[in-house]
């Protein structure tokens, strides 16, 4: 049974850094396209980020772009999502995901076969 599983959540103060991982299981990881989504209460899902399979290529919303890096360890099943100057409105549930299509920007739900089941991400202002 395929299973994904967020870390590293927490709360932190504006302008503060958090790493998320997402460490897969059962699954033929390096030949998946990972993706990051959030969802603030009240709001609907919302793409962060997705990362190649080799890891070579990297896209990113623009409301987080030049502040969160996506990154892949294949080795050791784990995709990392690296949040700096962080701001209140990225306070959310942030979920990784599998994609066995091309990682490219402004992927959807739909895109994504497995998901994991989120990290809380608190951002004080």
């Known amino acids: 049974q395929v299973r994904l599983v967020e870390s590293g959540g927490g709360l932190v103060q504006a302008g503060g850094s958090l790493r998320l991982s997402c460490t897969a299981s059962?699954?033929?990881?390096?030949?998946?396209?990972m993706g990051w989504f959030r969802q603030a209460p009240g709001k609907e899902r919302e793409f962060v980020g997705t990362?190649?399979?080799?890891?070579?290529?990297?896209y990113y919303a623009d409301s987080v772009k030049g502040r969160f890096t996506i990154s892949r360890e294949n080795a050791e099943n784990t995709v990392y999502l690296q949040m700096n100057s962080l701001k209140p409105e990225d306070t959310a549930v942030y979920s990784c995901?599998?994609?066995?299509?091309?990682?490219?920007?402004?992927?959807?739900?739909?895109?994504?076969?497995?998901w994991g089941q989120g990290t809380q991400v608190t951002v004080s202002s």
């Open positions: 995901a599998a994609s066995t299509q091309r990682a490219r920007v402004n992927m959807v739900r739909a895109d994504f076969y497995y």
């Open positions: 059962a699954l033929t990881f390096s030949s998946y396209a």
């Open positions: 990362i190649s399979w080799s890891g070579g290529n990297t």
